[in-house]
């Protein structure tokens, strides 16, 4: 009777063993699968401001253009938090052309029958402080990160300026897209409008 306790403790045992690495193996696999669906999800479909402009012509849709620099911290938090988070990229895909436009970058830009470049622009500082590109004065773009918005015939309607988490944008992003700003016309309507707003997105 000991005997047959002691093989069925050691192989009870081991099958119990295996039986709980085969779970955790199933439990991680599921997480890394979710983890990259995830984050498939929540990318927003980012272009650049000649293609937003084409594809208005096709369809009709506003433009929010993320003005940022590379050494501009605030600008990398609002891509880790606020554009990395599903439903802030679920309503901009939706509702949105994306654009990011580096503001003190040498890319050549066609807009409103004009070619914008960057002249000044010095390859040894791509990571530092640069000159501004013609487009940021274009723009009066002035602080990183500026988000402009532009309406369905890219037309410059405002800048919101500042690091904004998902719920603060979700504002904007409703306000405009709803074309409720056009009823902004004094700041006491805005205040009102602010403190009414009920955020839905995850912060």
Known sequence: MLLLRSIFCKFGTTFVTKMIMKKIVY?????????????????????????????????????????????????KMLDRNTFGNKDVANYINEHYYAVKFNAEGDEEINFKGKTFSNPNYNPAKAKKRNSSHELSS??????YPTLLFLDENAEYLTPVIGYKTPQQLELYLKLFKNNEHSAMTTQD???????????????
């Not at 979710?34 to 401001?49: C, F, R, Y």
């Not at 274009?138 to 602080?143: D, K, Q, T, V």
């Not at 309507?189 to 912060?203: D, G, H, I, M, Q």
């Open 138 to 143: 274009y723009f009066s773009i002035r602080s």
């Open 27 to 75: 439990i991680f696999v599921f997480a890394l699968l979710t983890s990259i669906s995830g984050a498939v999800a929540q990318e927003i479909n980012w272009v650049t401001l000649e293609e937003a402009v084409e594809l208005q012509k096709k369809n009709p849709k506003k433009i929010i253009m993320d003005a940022y620099t590379s050494w501009c911290g605030p600008c």
């Open 189 to 203: 309507k805005f205040t009102e409008y602010y403190n009414a707003f009920k955020p839905e997105f995850s912060n």
